[in-house]
C-alpha cells in the first residue's frame, strides 16, 4: 500500500551499516510519530533510505535493522530506493529526492539524529518565508558516551592561492549572526549548508539542480549547492532553535577512499568549484596563470596529489562547462 503525497521525506543515503541505521532510524521514526500528531496529518511523512551500495545489501539488511528497533517504526512508511552502484552521497541523495513524495525533503547523513520539535521548527521557517532556500539545524557533534555534543562551526568559502576552499569559521570569521525571527525562531543567515542535515522544498531543490554530480562522489557539493542558491538570491539559514547531533561513525571520503585519492578527489573538486563559479573573463584569466604557476611549482616539487587532482579536474573539464552553463546569470567562458 502507497502512502499518499505529504508533507516531508527524509533522504537518507547509506551503506547498510547496522550500527548506523540502527542508531539513527529509531529517532527518526519516533520523531515522524511525534510531528504528525502534533501536526494533525497522519500518514505525511515518510523516509527513503537509498540504498547505495551498490549491491542491495542495505536493502537486504533494512528488515532485520527494523525488526531489532522494537515498536520505533510502527505507522511509520520507510521505503527503499536501490542505485544500479555505489554512486557516493551527493548522487544518491538525488536518486532519493526524485523518488520522494513530500514537498519538503529533509536531507540526511545515516548517522545524524534529529527529533521532532526541531523538524517542526525547520518546517515552521520554509512553510513561513518563500526567500530562504534551505534551512538547517544548529549542528552539534558527538565526543561519545557521557560527553556533551560540541556545536559544529559554520563553514565559509574563501580564495586561498586561487582555490576556493571551503573551511570552518576561525576567530569569529562567517559567525552566523542572528537575524529577524521567522515564525517565531531565531535564525541566522549562513554561506554554506551542510549537507549533514538541510531542509529544502522538493521542487525548488530539483528546479535548481540539487547536488551536482559534477562532484561526485562526494565533496564539496553542498558548497556548490550553497553558492548556486544565493546566486539565485536566496536565503540560507540556520535555526539556532532546532538541534541535530551528528554521531560521526565515519563513512566519509577518507573512510571510503585511499587517503592519497581522498586528497585528489578534493583538489579536483576545488578545481571544478572554482571553474564553474567564475565570475569574469578576467577572473578566469588572472586564475589560468595562477594555476600555471601552481601546476609548475607541484611537478617541481613532487607534489603529486595536486598534479593528479588537476588532472581529475581536466578530465571533467567538458562536464564542468555543461554544468556551468544552467547557472542563472553565468556568462560563457571559452577555457
Known amino acids: 500500500m502507497t502512502s499518499p503525497p505529504g508533507d516531508l521525506s527524509i533522504v537518507l543515503p547509506t551503506l547498510g551499516s547496522h550500527e548506523r ?6 529517532g527518526l521514526c519516533r520523531a515522524l510519530v511525534a510531528l504528525e500528531a502534533s501536526r494533525g496529518s497522519a500518514g505525511s511523512t515518510e523516509i527513503v533510505v537509498v540504498d547505495d551500495s551498490g549491491d542491495g545489501s542495505a536493502a537486504a539488511a533494512l528488515p532485520e535493522i527494523l525488526a531489532g528497533l522494537g515498536d520505533a517504526p510502527r505507522g511509520v512508511s520507510i521505503r527503499t530506493v536501490c542505485t544500479e552502484r555505489n554512486l557516493g552521497f551527493g548522487p544518491a541523495v538525488m536518486r532519493g529526492a526524485r523518488d ?6 529533509l536531507v540526511l547523513h545515516d548517522d545524524v539524529l534529529v527529533e521532532a520539535p526541531s523538524m517542526t521548527a525547520l518546517l515552521d521557517v520554509l512553510e513561513a518565508e518563500p526567500a530562504v532556500f534551505a ?12 560527553a ?7 563553514r ?10 571551503v573551511r570552518d569559521a576561525r576567530g569569529g570569521e562567517g559567525d552566523a549572526l542572528p537575524s529577524a525571527q521567522i515564525a517565531g525562531h531565531a535564525l541566522a543567515d549562513i554561506e554554506v549548508i551542510p549537507s549533514a542535515a538541510m531542509l529544502v522544498r522538493r521542487g525548488e531543490f530539483l528546479d535548481l539542480g540539487g547536488f551536482d554530480r559534477l562532484f561526485g562522489p562526494a565533496s564539496l557539493e553542498d558548497a556548490d549547492l550553497s553558492l548556486c542558491a544565493r546566486r539565485r538570491g536566496r536565503r540560507l539559514v540556520e535555526v539556532l ?8 561513525l565515519g563513512d566519509g571520503l577518507g573512510e571510503l577512499l585511499d587517503a592519497p585519492v581522498a586528497r585528489a578527489v578534493t583538489a579536483r573538486n576545488r578545481l571544478l568549484l572554482r571553474w564553474k563559479h567564475l565570475a569574469t573573463r ?35 573539464l567538458g562536464e564542468m562547462a555543461e554544468s556551468r552553463a544552467t547557472l542563472s546569470g553565468a556568462a560563457p567562458m571559452e577555457f
Open 21 to 26: 541505521l540502527g542508531r539513527s532510524l529509531p
Open 100 to 105: 520522494a513524495r513530500g514537498a519538503h525533503l
Open 135 to 146: 534551512a538547517a539545524p544548529s549542528l552539534r557533534r558527538s565526543k561519545g558516551p557521557g
Open 148 to 154: 556533551a555534543p560540541t556545536r559544529v562551526p559554520a
Open 156 to 165: 565559509v568559502v574563501r580564495l586561498e592561492d586561487d582555490w576556493i576552499c
Open 241 to 248: 532553535g532546532a538541534d541535530a547531533v551528528h554521531l560521526d
Open 282 to 316: 578576467t577572473d578566469a584569466a588572472d586564475h589560468l596563470v595562477g594555476l600555471w604557476r601552481t601546476t609548475l611549482e607541484a611537478g617541481l616539487t613532487g607534489d603529486r596529489e595536486t598534479l593528479e587532482g588537476i588532472a581529475l579536474a581536466m578530465d571533467r
